[in-house]
Structures are given as structure tokens and as C-alpha cells.
T-cell receptor, first 111, second 114 residues
């Protein structure tokens, strides 16, 4: 089944404790993105990647890192999480010219 | 970057009625306008999209219209059904990164009352 998977689905952590949210797609898509969803703000793009080893900042990149060492994986790294990064995170992938396929989401709480 | 505004934030309709959600965008260079549906506990899913060289597109009960001069586009759902209840997001993208770099509206929670 074609899909985007994210892990973990739920995470509660404390301020300053480094964490990684994994994202993997099995559709051989070149493009991958990370978004955060907050009430009243919609989805905002954090980072995107147009291919292996090619990443670029989206609208809200501060406090996040990404890497794209393999085509199928695009992990999101929070090196020192803060409470304002409490949010619902979505990974997405696409061929680049149309539909983005979204993962099921990761709900992160930073205490 | 692009700024997309979406209205209304909530919308309730009786089953069988039509629903209309409207979005405006700020950057005249935007050329791709998708609409996503998000059901509870799931990621957004594309339901229809339109490109700037087209004024209207239909897919069964769903249609999207685009007015490039006014910089606004709308989603129309006819003969609504309870399973249409969800949050709907409009989005816009600008070349050259195009559809990979989407700017989303703030969402509309649609409730279809049986």
C-alpha cells in the first residue's frame, strides 16, 4: 500500500530534550515536506526537500532541522524543544507537480 | 511569501444543501490551487485542484472556481452528505518550487447536519 508513515504518533517530552520524528514514504517520491498544524493557523511548512541531500527552509524553520540522506526518509529533528513547538506535525511527499500525500500526523507536547 | 485567507472558519449546512468555501491569495504569481480535506485524526487528503490556466473544474459533487483577476478561488460542494463533514483547507503555490511548497489557508470546519 502506497503510504507515508510517521513515528511516533504521539510524543510527550520536556524542554531541551532532543527528539527525532521519522518520516518514510514508499512511493519513490522526490519531494518531501514537513508541516506543523496549529489551531487557527492552518498548516505551515517547516522544511522541504526536492531530492536527496537537497533541503530548503519553509515558512517556520526556526528550531528545527532536517536531513535527506535517502530518498524514502525525511526525519525532523528538534535539538532543543521548547513549549512553543507543541503542535501537530505532518510529513508529506509528492512527485512535485501536484498532489501531496500526507502522513497520519505526530502530536507533540513539550512540557 | 504567499498569504492565503480562508472563510468561513466554520460552516453548518443541512444534508442535501450546498456548501461554499472561499479563499483569497496575495501573490499574483501563484499558479496552483489545491483543496484538501482533513478528517478527524487523519492527515489532509487532496480532493480537487486547479491550475491558473483554468477557470473552473468539476469532479462529481465538488467544483472549484478560480478568478485570477480578483485573486480568489472557491470550493463548491453540492448535495452535501454527512460524510462531507471535515475540515477543508485551501492552498496556493508559487513557481518555481510549485506544488511542493504550499501556503495553506486557516481551514473551514464543515458540519453537515443529517
Amino acid at each position: 500500500e502506497a503510504q507515508v508513515t510517521q513515528n511516533p504518533r504521539y510524543l510527550i517530552t520536556v524542554t531541551g530534550k532532543k527528539l527525532t520524528v521519522t518520516c518514510s514514504q514508499n512511493m519513490n517520491h522526490e519531494y518531501m515536506s514537513w508541516y506543523r498544524q496549529d489551531p487557527g493557523l492552518g498548516l505551515r511548512q517547516i522544511y522541504y526537500s526536492m531530492n536527496v541531500e537537497v533541503t530548503d527552509k519553509g515558512d517556520v524553520p526556526e528550531g528545527y532541522k532536517v536531513s535527506r540522506k535517502e530518498k524514502r526518509n525525511f526525519p525532523l529533528i528538534l535539538e532543543s524543544p521548547s513549549p512553543n513547538q507543541t503542535s501537530l506535525y505532518f510529513c508529506a511527499s509528492s512527485w512535485g507537480s501536484g498532489e501531496q500525500f500526507f502522513g497520519p500526523g505526530t502530536r507533540l507536547t513539550v512540557l | 511569501g504567499e498569504n492565503v485567507e480562508q472563510h468561513p472558519s466554520t460552516l453548518s449546512v443541512q444534508e442535501g444543501d450546498s456548501a461554499v468555501i472561499k479563499c483569497t491569495y496575495s501573490d499574483s504569481a501563484s499558479n496552483y490551487f489545491p483543496w484538501y480535506k482533513q478528517e478527524l485524526g487523519k492527515g489532509p487528503q487532496l480532493i480537487i485542484d486547479i491550475r491558473s490556466n483554468v477557470g473552473e473544474k468539476k469532479d462529481q459533487r465538488i467544483a472549484v472556481t478560480l478568478n485570477k483577476t480578483a485573486k480568489h478561488f472557491s470550493l463548491h460542494i453540492t448535495e452535501t452528505q454527512p460524510e462531507d463533514s471535515a475540515v477543508y483547507f485551501c492552498a496556493a503555490s508559487i513557481p518555481p518550487t510549485g506544488a511542493n511548497n504550499l501556503f495553506f489557508g486557516t481551514g473551514t470546519r464543515l458540519t453537515v447536519i443529517p
